[in-house]
Structure formats: C-alpha cells, structure tokens
C-alpha cells in the first residue's frame, strides 16, 4: 500500500512538472546555429490616406501624478507617413541566431513605456514601475491572463520571462489606471521586430530563403468605451507577404496601413 502511494505521489509530481515545462514546448522547437551568409530584411509600415485624428484618454485616478489626460498611442504617423509600433515577424525560421536583448515594460509617468514590443517565446521580459503610487500590470492571450502584478513600490522590477514561454499577442492593461494599455507581441523565434518612429525595422543575420513576412499593428478604429472609461478600438491588422533573402544579400519590403 505504502509503495502504491509513494508511486502514485511520484507519478503526480512529474506530472506537475511537466505541466510547469508545457509553455517552453513551442519555444524549444527553435534551434540556435551558427549563420552562415545571413542576410538582412529592411522596411517600413506607412500609412495610405489621412490617418484618424484619435483624441486623447482622460485620466480617472491620481491625477496629482498623472495629468488629466493622455495621448492615444493605437495608431502614430510620422510627417512621412511612417506608423511607430508595427511588429514584423518572419515566419517558419526553425533554426538560427540567438535571441539578444530584452524587453523592460515600464510604467513611467502613468504610461506603459514601450506601448508595444516583441520577443521570442521564453526571451527575457521584465516590468518595472518608475512611478511612486501602485500600478498593477494585468496581461492577458485572448482571454486567460498570462500574469497579473501588483506593483506598489516605485522601481519595483518582476520578471515575467517564464510567462510568456508560447507565441501570442498579450494585451496589457494596468487594473488601477484604466488609460494605460500594451501589447507584447511574442514570437517562435527571434527574427521579429518593432517599427521606429519613421516606421522602419531592421532584422539581421536571416538564414537564405524565402519566407512569410507579417505584419502586425494594434487596431485604432475608435469602437467607443467600455464601462472603466477605457477606449475600445477595432480589431489588430495583419499583412502578409512573401520576400526572399539572398546570402549576404538584403530585402527590403514596405507594409501598407489603412
């Protein structure tokens, strides 16, 4: 009897282990190798026609900290056209560089500093706060939060790597200040990147091929508010196209918005 149990305890214990490991599965699929003739894909997102004007968000709480309103950063075009914060992922890429870098989400003057990002799965990620009252940083894939933090002290600093360890877009939100939102867009490896304020990316030392190149940028049709006050916008957008990278050699391709 004592032998079953001690089995059976050692059976659930593994199982929990595993249960723990499940999120890394997709991430270890990607294999890190030397490059050999890497090349490079370059580009911009710009955006076709008159973009929407997207007033600013009224601020509902600590406004002796936080201002009484904030720009609307869903949707930002330069005097070019060029559209800050798209994410461009190239797809099926299953062995290559290794991840570098980090992503560091701050909550800096009651905004999330940087208002989108990207990572491979199992990259590390970090959430700071800069401000002196309590932030609580709330991450949800679809539905099901992936983590929720309570950040009471200024410059508190958690790291929520093993968090995000499947491919995803995680919506950000901050539970106590209803204006402040995020994405973290988590890729399968780490040929990703987020477009500058002219609307450029740059990814380097690509393996020689041709791929799916994505494109992906937050909805910013303005759909009205829910019931906290928080503006509510239409669906994300994706573009895809296909791009084929000489060894050695760079791509570039531009990604339209509308």
Request: hydrophobic share 40%; proline share 8%; aromatic share 4%.
């Given at each position: 009897?004592?032998?079953?149990?001690?089995?059976?305890?050692?059976?659930?214990?593994?199982?929990?282990?595993?249960?723990?490991?499940?999120?890394?599965?997709?991430?270890?699929?990607?294999?890190?190798?030397?490059?050999?003739?890497?090349?490079?894909?370059?580009?911009?997102?710009?955006?076709?026609?008159?973009?929407?004007?997207?007033?600013?968000?009224?601020?509902?709480?600590?406004?002796?900290?936080?201002g009484d309103r904030k720009p609307n950063e869903a949707l930002v075009v330069?005097?070019?056209?060029?559209?800050?914060?798209?994410?461009?992922?190239?797809?099926?890429?299953?062995?290559?560089?290794?991840?570098?870098?980090?992503?560091?989400?701050?909550n800096a003057r009651c905004v999330f500093v940087g208002h989108v990002s990207?990572?491979?799965?199992?990259?590390?990620?970090?959430?700071?706060?800069?401000?002196?009252?309590?932030?609580?940083?709330?991450?949800?894939?679809?539905?099901?939060?992936?983590?929720?933090?309570?950040?009471?002290?200024?410059?508190?600093?958690?790291?929520?790597?093993?968090?995000?360890?499947?491919?995803?877009?995680?919506?950000?939100?901050?539970?106590?200040?209803?204006?402040?939102?995020?994405?973290?867009?988590?890729?399968?490896?780490?040929?990703?990147?987020?477009?500058?304020?002219?609307?450029?990316?740059?990814?380097?030392?690509?393996?020689?091929?041709?791929?799916?190149?994505?494109?992906?940028?937050?909805?910013?049709?303005?759909?009205?508010?829910?019931?906290?006050?928080?503006?509510?916008?239409?669906?994300?957008?994706?573009?895809?196209?296909?791009?084929?990278?000489?060894?050695?050699?760079?791509?570039?391709?531009?990604?339209?918005?509308?």
């Amino acid at each position: 009897m004592r032998g079953r149990r001690l089995r059976a305890l050692a059976a659930a214990a593994l199982a929990g282990l595993a249960v723990l490991a499940a999120p890394h599965r997709v991430a270890a699929a990607y294999e890190v190798v030397e490059v050999k003739d890497g090349g490079t894909l370059t580009g911009r997102v710009v955006f076709v026609g008159t973009p929407p004007q997207l007033p600013p968000i009224p601020v509902n709480k600590n406004r002796d900290v936080c201002g009484d309103r904030k720009p609307n950063e869903a949707l930002v075009v330069g005097p070019d056209g060029g559209v800050r914060g798209s994410v461009v992922m190239i797809e099926g890429v299953t062995r290559g560089k290794k991840p570098d870098g980090e992503v560091l989400l701050d909550n800096a003057r009651c905004v999330f500093v940087g208002h989108v990002s990207a990572t491979m799965a199992g990259g590390k990620v970090r959430v700071k706060n800069s401000d002196s009252i309590l932030h609580n940083t709330h991450g949800f894939m679809g539905k099901p939060t992936v983590f929720n933090l309570a950040l009471p002290t200024k410059d508190q600093v958690i790291d929520i790597t093993k968090r995000l360890g499947k491919p995803g877009v995680v919506r950000v939100l901050c539970d106590a200040h209803p204006h402040m939102s995020a994405w973290i867009v988590v890729h399968d490896s780490p040929y990703v990147a987020v477009t500058d304020d002219r609307g450029a990316f740059r990814i380097d030392g690509v393996p020689p091929g041709t791929y799916r190149v994505t494109m992906w940028h937050e909805g910013f049709r303005p759909k009205g508010v829910d019931k906290d006050g928080r503006p509510v916008h239409d669906d994300p957008k994706t573009v895809t196209k296909d791009v084929t990278i000489a060894p050695r050699g760079t791509a570039s391709v531009e990604f339209e918005l509308r």
